[in-house]
């Protein structure tokens, strides 16, 4: 019922920069929160970074300072600027999609396929 793509992912030097976007199309009344997640060989999925349907920021404290996200809420649209990337910032990145569905105003919270971030030393 709802459809999340995620795309922008890719290899850059250490202290490159990449930017990711993820849209959300399907039955979706409202949005309450997008967010960026990632999950490194070996390790346990984290979140990077979330924002509000107020516009509220959250951010891992690896990433603040160095990551921004943003998002265009008429389009359903979140992005992730990622500048000075390190080697440990190498993951697949999932956006998550968190709302209420539109026919039955039930929740819901969709993970897209996610995208290979890889950052060489």
């Known amino acids: 019922q709802v459809h999340v793509v995620e795309s922008g992912g890719g290899l850059v030097q250490a202290g490159g920069s990449l930017r990711l976007s993820c849209g959300a199309s399907g039955s979706i009344f409202s949005i309450n929160a997008m967010g960026w997640h990632r999950q490194a060989p070996g390790k346990q999925r984290e979140l990077v970074a979330d924002?509000?349907?107020?516009?509220?920021?959250n951010y891992a404290d690896s990433v603040k300072g160095r990551f921004t996200i943003s998002r265009d809420s008429t389009k359903n649209t979140v992005f992730l600027q990622m500048n000075s990337l390190k080697p440990d910032d190498t993951a697949v990145y999932y956006c998550?999609?968190?709302?209420?569905?539109?026919?039955?105003?039930?929740?819901?919270?969709?993970w897209g396929q996610g995208t290979q971030v890889t950052v060489s030393s």
């Open positions: 924002i509000s349907s107020g516009d509220s920021t």
């Open positions: 998550n999609v968190r709302g209420f569905l539109t026919r039955t105003r039930t929740g819901f919270s969709a």
